[in-house]
């Protein structure tokens, strides 16, 4: 098994919010995803925007998500700029949640010989100064 860091003590600061994505951050407090999803095209849409993505219409509503997809794509971080420097390696992967949209995460409590592409993730919440969490993921057992 490959040692790979979990990038849990790395500081991170607090996001610097923008309105529109207010839900989104306050959502988190309570370890929920909440994504945006666009009512004249019925589609889902991250990361959090003033319009919808596609259809350029501010017909938006907050959704809640489980947060849980499959591994889309990943890599291996070796080398890495502050924070991050020095703490690797570790896992950054692109994960498809339920809903089809794909978010990237940090992926923790996993090994490198665990990761693959079309694992079952589940979200793992890492807290921040503010009280609010950023959404990172774990294999789903």
């Not at 589609?43 to 889309?72: A, H, M, N």
């Amino acid at each position: 098994m490959s040692e790979l860091n979990n990038t849990l003590n790395v500081a991170r600061e607090a996001p610097k919010g923008r309105a529109f994505a207010g839900p989104f951050w306050d959502a988190t407090r309570q370890k929920k995803l909440m994504l945006q999803y666009d009512r004249s095209n019925g589609r889902y849409q991250f990361i959090p925007r003033v319009c919808g993505l596609e259809s350029g219409k501010r017909d938006l509503e907050w959704r809640e998500s489980t947060g849980k997809g499959t591994v889309f794509t990943y890599t291996v971080a070796r080398r890495a700029r502050e924070p991050f420097r020095g703490h690797e390696p570790f896992l950054i992967a692109m994960v498809t949640l339920a809903e089809g949209v794909n978010v990237m995460a940090n992926v923790v409590n996993c090994t490198l010989d665990e990761i693959r592409i079309g694992m079952a993730v589940k979200p793992f919440w890492a807290p921040l100064p503010d009280g609010t969490h950023l959404f990172m993921v774990e294999p789903d057992r």
